[in-house]
């Protein structure tokens, strides 16, 4: 079982099934999103997911227009474990505090929308736009 927690700790979760693949998306919308080159996430399915902590403390915001969507920590401000589907949770990485030591970078997502000074030094797959490209 892995777990994971926001920085502040008022929000927390566990995930059942074991963690493979990270995925490092580069589009623009995650960048904004974090304020960093990308965001490096698991993907689980829903029924392998569940919040521990302070769902109270969820915040969430929709990109107008769009499908994608956001989630952080209220009081933190710590990006949060997120649905873009009705079947599958990405949580960020970095939000891990067990069960993640193990894992590597699969793949990397909108690699055309890097910005420049983002350096890719790992053995991931370079996808040029979504999964299925390249």
């Excluded at 693949?21 to 698991?42: L, Q």
């Excluded at 997911?49 to 302070?54: D, H, L, S, V, Y």
């Excluded at 915001?61 to 009081?75: A, E, I, S, Y």
């Excluded at 990405?90 to 690699?111: M, N, Y």
């Amino acid at each position: 079982m892995a777990k994971g927690e926001c920085n502040c700790g008022a929000v927390a979760f566990a995930v059942t099934c074991a963690l493979r693949d990270v995925y490092i998306c580069h589009c623009s919308i995650c960048r904004r999103a974090t304020g960093s080159g990308g965001i490096a996430v698991v993907v689980v399915a829903n029924a392998a997911f569940t919040w521990t902590r302070g769902q109270d403390h969820i915040q969430t915001w929709h990109k107008p227009g769009h499908d994608w969507l956001t989630c952080f920590c209220r009081q933190c401000g710590s990006p949060l474990p997120g649905t873009n589907d009705d079947t599958h949770t990405f949580i960020p990485v970095g939000l891990l505090t067990s069960g993640g030591d193990h894992l590597k970078v699969a793949h990397h997502l909108f690699v055309d929308s890097k910005p420049p000074w983002t350096l890719i030094a790992d053995d991931g797959k370079q996808h040029p736009q979504g999964f299925g490209s390249g």
